[in-house]
């Protein structure tokens, strides 16, 4: 062993601990081996949960070695005595104490983990440390949990091989609530499939409660047991029906029904009526729904009626991109069960120019195995209007040669059913021409009664599309606009501005009240948006929604966002009025991101919608009992415990706990845990630049809770007990910084 590491080690002399840094990591190289047993022994020694000298040197030095590990490369070399090291810790508590500091053997897992699994593309190391890994995911401190979790995803993707054998130990541990680990299981399913399909309608169970990356890795697993294993689902199916709503989940859930149908039809089959109700809400997933009505109508050809039934009303409904899959299905079905349209099954699949043709040819079928063969002359008389529905359609001279087609085939269906043909009373272009003579007529004398005024309204509003589109969507826009408003607020002022990639959209929000102690009684808050037609959108929907009368293209409000968006409106795009008479709503993925960026800048904390007033009001409009105390000096608005991440020696970081008290002006901390605690010098929120949550890092999983203090001259980083504390925090803070802000442009104007 180097002297250097036997001196620090040897004698625990934390004096000299700093000196490692001074060696080259050469020099030490071929001693981290003996200096991470010597650290084993000191961390196992009786004393070293008291002994605060020992602990810092251990610290120390765990720091220089797993740099030196890292910057010589030399992980295989060391990585028997680091996962030794690593694994001795599990036989101490690894709990935080109380709810701030983290054990001593903990801090030791904790480096070292990192240390070791950020190496999880080489296999040696992986297979010693992933039996260890492992057993952290029992041992109780969920942070160490979390980071494990982050890392053996990684190792599963490099070598899936030395996850499988602990399959059921990680597939618990994700029943407990660490649902990170399921990006884990697609990986090893193909080795251990038993393990996890014990466990699959459990695992669909947690589908709610999951975020939706965690989402996608259940659904990715899950297609894969629907190809394999589907009976394995057929308990869950019912489970997998309610998530089809979700626009997230609802394509993926539909694909692993659809496997499911073809292996176990009639785990399916009563929920028939629920896929149709999802269809008619969701016409995109019709394609799928009808895949799932086909495998169902194998089943037998009771359900073989029944499913054709619905197949051929999509086939004569639904725009043409789904007409092959349609059609599909329903000759699968009647060539499994032949005796459905007997030997003219072909000819009617001939005629795929007309798939309402073919729609209704397939109806009369149905119905008329389901029909005395003996009809009325009443229903020889009803016959011909189903057939003249089928001409209406069309026109042309290519309709008159699908005319004759039907017409033959009709003959071949009577003749089978030794029944008259049915009786036409105008051949297809007969119906046409008279149609459009009725149509005209009728128009024409519409006008001639019409007043000149009502003439001249009706003349504006067709020349005023979007005028005719508000006017027939009124009260929906006006219900829409009611329940937005409670989510997103409307800015007072909007600027669009020409960036290097794309335009922004500056928007200005105000309080409504603008009471004594407001925030923006005299400023706005400002924020920068990407989603310009978005905004403009809403701000449409904020102006007919408080208006009783339709808004027509030539109002003031109107012209200026049509103007706007020609500085938004891409080549080739649709027009402002185009656009909103083909959306009049936001699409809801647009209004969440939406949302979120109002939740990113920290809008929330400075605004609130008010029931009272029907409007957005500022923190200290909408709580004026809170104003007062924001107000009183000395008072303060909250108070607690928070750590500070310090810097140690310059090369280590951790947090110490301090306690903080908000009140008046300033932020003041003491040097301790207490409130008795000597003061050190305060912030001064007027200092204040900005606070920020820090944002999620892969492998930093406690930071959720922490947020940032930028001032003139320095940068505090300070984290919550949880992330509903640090809400507080942040809230209560942005709000006195806004207040503080207020206060000291009042004061210069009073003073000017």
Request: proline share 4%; net charge negative.
């Amino acid at each position: 062993m180097h002297h250097l590491f036997s001196l620090v080690l040897g004698q625990r002399d934390l004096s000299r601990a700093g000196d490692l840094f001074s060696l080259k990591d050469a020099e030490i190289e071929d001693s981290l081996s003996e200096a991470l047993e010597e650290i084993k022994t000191i961390s196992s020694s009786a004393d070293y949960l008291t002994n605060d000298n020992d602990q810092a040197v251990v610290e120390i030095c765990i720091t220089r070695i797993t740099t030196a590990i890292r910057e010589t490369r030399s992980i295989e070399k060391h990585g028997l005595a680091l996962v030794s090291l690593w694994e001795s810790c599990l036989e101490y508590n690894l709990k935080p104490e109380g709810k701030d500091e983290d054990t001593p053997h903990a801090k030791i897992a904790s480096d070292l983990m990192s240390c070791i699994l950020q190496n999880y593309n080489k296999p040696p190391v992986m297979a010693l440390a992933v039996p260890v890994a492992v057993k952290f995911l029992w041992h109780g401190n969920m942070e160490l949990c979390r980071n494990m979790s982050s890392y053996l995803s990684l190792a599963a993707i490099a070598k899936a091989d030395l996850l499988a054998d602990h399959t059921e130990a990680i597939t618990k541990s994700i029943l407990q609530g660490n649902y990170m680990l399921l990006r884990v299981l697609p990986s090893v399913y193909e080795k251990q499939p038993q393990s996890i399909n014990a466990c699959v309608p459990e695992l669909v169970e947690l589908m709610a409660q999951l975020d939706q990356p965690e989402q996608q890795h259940l659904l990715r697993l899950l297609q894969m047991v629907a190809k394999q294993h589907p009976q394995v689902l057929n308990k869950s199916v019912s489970s997998l029906i309610s998530y089809l709503h979700d626009p997230n989940q609802n394509d993926s859930v539909l694909n692993i029904l659809v496997e499911v149908s073809l292996s176990q039809p009639a785990a399916v089959a009563s929920f028939l009526p629920n896929l149709k109700a999802v269809g008619e809400d969701l016409p995109n997933l019709l394609g799928q729904i009808a895949k799932i009505y086909g495998a169902v109508g194998h089943f037998d050809e009771e359900r073989a009626r029944s499913c054709l039934v619905y197949l051929v009303t999509l086939l004569a409904s639904m725009e043409h991109t789904f007409h092959h899959t349609l059609l599909l299905e329903i000759k699968g079905i009647t060539d499994t069960f032949s005796s459905i349209l007997g030997a003219y099954s072909k000819d009617i699949y001939r005629m795929s120019n007309s798939f309402t043709a073919i729609a209704k040819l397939l109806v009369k079928k149905l119905e008329s195995d389901n029909t005395p063969t003996d009809r009325t002359d009443d229903e020889t008389e009803e016959a011909p209007k189903s057939c003249d529905l089928v001409s209406a359609i069309s026109d042309g001279d290519g309709n008159e040669k699908l005319q004759v087609k039907i017409q033959a085939f009709e003959e071949i269906l009577a003749s089978e059913n030794n029944s008259p043909g049915p009786i036409r009373r105008y051949s297809l272009g007969q119906t046409s021409k008279e149609e459009r003579k009725e149509m005209r007529f009728n128009s024409s004398a519409e006008t001639y009664e019409d007043s000149p005024a009502d003439t001249e309204k009706c003349t504006g509003e067709l020349q005023d599309p979007l005028l005719l589109h508000l006017k027939e969507n009124l009260c929906t826009i006006q219900t829409y606009y009611a329940e937005m408003v409670k989510k997103i607020p409307v800015p007072e002022r909007c600027l669009i501005e020409d960036s290097f990639r794309s335009c922004v959209a500056q928007l200005f929000f105000t309080c409504s009240m603008k009471g004594h102690y407001c925030l923006y009684s005299k400023s706005s808050f400002t924020l920068n948006s990407r989603q310009t037609q978005v905004w403009i959108q809403i701000m449409l929907l904020f102006h007919q929604g408080l208006s009783s009368e339709p808004l027509s293209s030539e109002d003031k409000s109107v012209q200026l966002l049509k103007s706007m968006w020609k500085k938004t409106q891409l080549k080739g795009t649709h027009s402002f009025e185009t656009a909103i008479i083909q959306s009049t709503f936001p699409q809801k993925k647009d209004l969440d991101s939406v949302q979120k960026h109002l939740k990113e800048v920290r809008f929330f904390d400075f605004f609130g919608y008010s029931e009272e007033t029907g409007g957005w009001l500022c923190f200290m409009c909408n709580n004026p009992e809170k104003a007062t105390v924001v107000n009183l000096d000395g008072q303060p608005l909250i108070e607690g415990k928070l750590k500070e991440k310090q810097v140690r020696w310059k090369f280590i970081k951790r947090w110490k706990t301090r306690y903080f008290t908000l009140a008046g002006n300033q932020l003041l901390f003491r040097k301790g845990k207490s409130k008795d605690d000597l003061d050190d010098s305060p912030i001064e929120l007027s200092k204040v630049q900005s606070v920020k949550v820090v944002a999620r890092k892969r492998r930093d999983w406690s930071l959720p809770r922490a947020f940032e203090i930028f001032t003139d001259n320095k940068t505090y980083v300070l984290k919550a007990k949880d992330e509903k504390n640090a809400e507080e925090w942040l809230q209560c803070i942005n709000v006195a910084v806004a207040q503080a802000k207020e206060r000291e442009s009042r004061e210069a104007t009073t003073y000017l």
